[in-house]
C-alpha cells in the first residue's frame, strides 16, 4: 500500500497540498477523510474542489448531509456524515449514483456510512499537530494506486 505524508502547517499549506491532490485526478475516485473535529477535513475538501475548477461556493454539506458540483468531465460529491447515526439513515439519500466509476466522491466521516458506502481508493487522514496539522495519504485500491503516483512532491 502506496502511501503519502506531509506535515501543513498552515491554511496555505492546506489549500497547496489540495491543489497537488486534485492536479492527479484524471479519473473518478471515491476519497474517505478521517481527523478529528477542526483537523480540516472540510478545508481540504473545499481547496481540492475549488482547484478542480468548481466556481460556486462550496459549503459544508454538515446539515445537508451531500452536496454535488458538476465538474467538466464528472460530477463531484461530497457528503459529512458527522450528524448519521447509522448507515441505514442513508438509503433516502439515493447514494447509487456514487457508484458511478466517473463520480469524484469525497466523504467526511466515512465510518459512520459504513457498508453503504463505495470502497474507498484513497483514504486521507488529517491529524493536528501543535499549531498546524499533518496528512497521511493511502492507497486503498488499483486506482487509489494510480492517482497518489501523479501527486507531484511538495515544493
Not at 49 to 72: C, D, N
Not at 124 to 150: F, W
Request: glycine content about 10%; overall charge negative; cysteine-free.
Amino acid at each position: 500500500m502506496t502511501t503519502l505524508q506531509q506535515a501543513l502547517p498552515d491554511e496555505q499549506a492546506t489549500t497547496g497540498f489540495a491543489a497537488r491532490m486534485a492536479g492527479a485526478m484524471d479519473e473518478g475516485a471515491v476519497i474517505y477523510l478521517h481527523g478529528d473535529l477542526g483537523a480540516g477535513k472540510t478545508s481540504f475538501a473545499r481547496a481540492f474542489l475549488q482547484a478542480l475548477g468548481v466556481g460556486e461556493r462550496v459549503k459544508s454539506p454538515t446539515y445537508s448531509l451531500v452536496e454535488s458540483y458538476r465538474l467538466a468531465a464528472r460530477t463531484a460529491w461530497h457528503l459529512d456524515l458527522y450528524r448519521i447515526a447509522d448507515p441505514g439513515e442513508l438509503e433516502w439519500l439515493g447514494l447509487d449514483t456514487l457508484a458511478d466509476p466517473a463520480a469524484l466522491v469525497l466523504v467526511e466521516w466515512p465510518e459512520r456510512g459504513a457498508g453503504a458506502l463505495p470502497a474507498p481508493d484513497l483514504q486521507i487522514d488529517l491529524a493536528y499537530a501543535g499549531t498546524g496539522r499533518t496528512v497521511q495519504v493511502a492507497a486503498r485500491s488499483p486506482r487509489g494506486e494510480r492517482l497518489l503516483a501523479r501527486v507531484p512532491a511538495s515544493s
